[in-house]
């Protein structure tokens, strides 16, 4: 009987300790698609921003016409930029990105977080949700003073 009993209460705590788990690995699911779904809302925010204005990039970086320019984050904000600043007559020298292996542009090569930075004059950052922690990093591999500004930066400037 007490046998029984002891097998009775172990099974019972073995089914709500996996319920348990199964609840956090839900609720971490969920939060993982939160912090995605936030991700995507930010950059659509600033996508129409960019559509309504245009013209708002060309302006800010008028000043650097004649600058070699390089584009951190080369995903879609980042092939759009090239397309725009290239029709503009900007020469953009090339891109980098984590993950360079898997992307290519037409225009530009694009390379990883080892290569050599110091020969542009500006770092336009487009991945801009992680624009503080970019910054610090190309921050500490530049040798010289080189700008880097968020995407983000200029379209609300």
């Known amino acids: 009987m007490i046998c029984i009993l002891v097998i009775s209460i172990l099974v019972i705590s073995i089914y709500f300790s996996g319920y348990i788990c199964g ?3 839900e609720s971490q699911k969920i939060l993982r698609m939160k912090i995605c779904s936030d991700k995507y ?15 708002k990039i060309i302006t800010y970086l008028s000043d650097y016409k004649n600058k070699k320019i390089c584009i951190y984050g080369m995903s879609y ?5 090239v397309e725009l600043l290239r029709s503009n007559n900007f020469e953009v020298m090339f ?8 992307l290519f542009n037409k225009y ?21 949700e992680c624009y503080p ?14 700008e880097i500004v968020s995407l983000e930066d200029i379209l609300y400037s």
């Open 23 to 25: 609840i956090k690995s």
């Open 95 to 102: 891109g980098i990105d984590r993950n360079a292996k898997q």
């Open 133 to 146: 922690e970019i910054k610090d990093m190309l921050s500490k591999k530049v040798e010289r003073n080189i």
């Open 41 to 55: 809302l930010y950059q659509l925010k600033l996508a129409v921003k960019w559509i309504k204005d245009t013209s």
């Open 108 to 128: 530009i090569p694009i390379y990883d977080l080892n290569c050599h930075i110091n020969e542009v004059d500006v770092i336009i950052v487009t991945a801009v």
């Open 77 to 81: 904000f980042g092939d759009c930029l």
